[in-house]
């Protein structure tokens, strides 16, 4: 494992940006997110194929502005990218593990959590990076080792804020983060925080976009 330190930079909603050792690994850089989340990136990670998740256009400036640089996302995503990126786009599930721009990333999970019942489940994926750092995508999946950081989907229509402390309290990270936040608003931003923080048991902490933070 690198004993280097890592540095998180949040970006809006549920993207984030590891950085370590001049290398870039970017999760997630969807819709919502700013149009140059993925610049510069080394390799970039795609949990699910939804817009606020997955989005072609970022993803494009992310691959075109480093011709190095790699994605790896499940199957879904990866049909609407690999033509336009021969040989630079991985297929990934759940068990499987790989090595990104000198990150090592373990993959966890398998479908995205229930909207509502009528609404048919597609698939998830979440990525456990250096053993360290855990994005769960749009799922509550708790992976079958230790996070020292989890990064939190805290607020989304397919969640309440019970299943979001219950969450930390099951997965037991030393720090929660919140993202997957673009529609909670500062009325209830606090409420979060304070539930969240006095219930989970873990630390607890959120990031403005730009925001970064040394784990």
Sequence with gaps: MNASPLTLVKKTHSCVRLERDGQVLVIDPGGFTEDDAAVGADAILVTHEHPDHFNEARLRAGLESNPAAQLWTLRSVAEQMSAAFPGRVHTVGHGDTFSAAGFEVDVHGELHAVIHPDIPRITNIGFLVDG????PGDALTVPDRPVDTLLLPVM????KISEVIDYVREVKPRRAVDVHDALLTDLARPIYDNQIGALGGAGH???APGDSVRL
């Excluded at 360290?132 to 994005?135: G, K, N, R």
């Design 132 to 135: 360290s750092v855990f994005h």
């Design 156 to 159: 989304a229509p397919w969640n």
């Design 205 to 207: 902490g959120r990031l």
